[in-house]
């Protein structure tokens, strides 16, 4: 059976197609434009895209090979990228692995049956690095990777319901276009275009993707405006208010007009505003402070991503820092505290993932947790209260 | 204005969001702390998750009693 779906589907089939001539014996089946399930699970068949490549057409030519909208391939990536390397990992493994269209060996030149184990090796690894990876939100370890996965998953898959359903209940007559292929090849151009006009999918209406995106800008530019002229607002508002719009959206989408697009949309400010609200500030880079007296020590030293260095080695009224209590967080990279003699310092210190080194005392792993207690009872107390989601922590004396 | 027969992964969805960012304002002005917050996700899932089991039966329940000879013949046309 033939299916049409939109143009741009159509043209990304009879690119297939041609590929197929190249790569494999597939173009004889008469099946059409679809590819089959068969075809997907015979993985020798992968190409990396000539055509639709961003980087190495990994996405592209996976997307052909799925048959899904590349886009979303590489949405997952990305995601998968962010959470513990997994995107990366896989991405990397295509690269290397699968051949370019056209060619039968990849770049590091190994046989159909390798090439095979090592995708499944480096599909094993990045589910290990996700499943290995929790996100924080407000103290709660909980596998957003594993929902944000499964929910773009769903959405790949409702597409793909949504467009069959669309075009399976018109059965082909003479007259429509969609019978036309049997005698017709489908890249005929006074054909496509017929062909592919897009059947009523779903629920009709206006599409609403154009004045929620145009409410964002409002809503977003209006919030920096008051963060200029007002107050300051956290830097998680963002994503919030962004969240907002598109959560009210698609409620009004859920009667009237259509929605896509909107909700992959949302799930990007998701995780927006899961990453910048476990942060108090957005800053990047180097943060290194050496105060010479308690006074100049801040309460808090804030990092998104970069190096935070504290050396209180220079402090010469320690016992003004009795009592006090200093929060280091960084989100990913590094924290380093020097501490001197004659201060007796506590740590509690966390790692979403990485190496804590607290006076020599060294752990790692993912959701490591460690504690040093203050010993000595002369010298003045400082409790330092230490986060890093993704990186390493060290304390050290002087 | 026209509506649409119930699109229930929009409803889902949008539900979904407003939770996670009624979640984040009440963590952000200190309403909950991280103990609550923990408990808040899974329990927002299960909440949104509900009422898209729920909207679905209805939208199913609505549709069947519908389906007489000259619905279908329209639905083809």
Redesign the interface.
Known sequence: MVRWRSERHDRGMSESQQTSIESGPVADTGRGPRVSGEQMRDVSRLRRSRTDRKIAGVAGGLARHLDIDPTLIRVVLVVLALFGGAGAVLYGAAWLLVPDEGRSEGVLGTSTETRTIGLVIALIVAAALLLGDGWWFGGLTFPWPLLVLGLVLYLVLRNRGTSAAATAPTPPTPETPEAAPTGTPPTDPSLAPSASTPAPRGPRGPTLLGITTACLLVVLGGLGIYELAIADVPIAAYPAAALTVIGVALLVGAWVGRVGGLIVLGLVATVALVVTAASPTLRFGELEDRPVSAADVEAQYAMTAGRTVLDLSGVEDLEALDGRTIELDNRLGEIVVVVPDGLDVSVDAYAQAGQLDLFGQIRDGSSVDHTVMATDDTDPDLSLDISVGFGHVEVRTS | ???????????V??????G??T???L??VDL?D??A??W???LLLVGTGLVGIVAWSAKAAVRRPRRSPDDTKH??S
């Open positions: 204005m026209r509506t649409h027969p119930l699109d229930v992964t929009a409803l969805f949008g539900l979904t969001f407003l996670i960012v979640g984040w304002a963590f952000e909950i991280a103990d917050s923990a808040f996700l899974p639905l083809h």
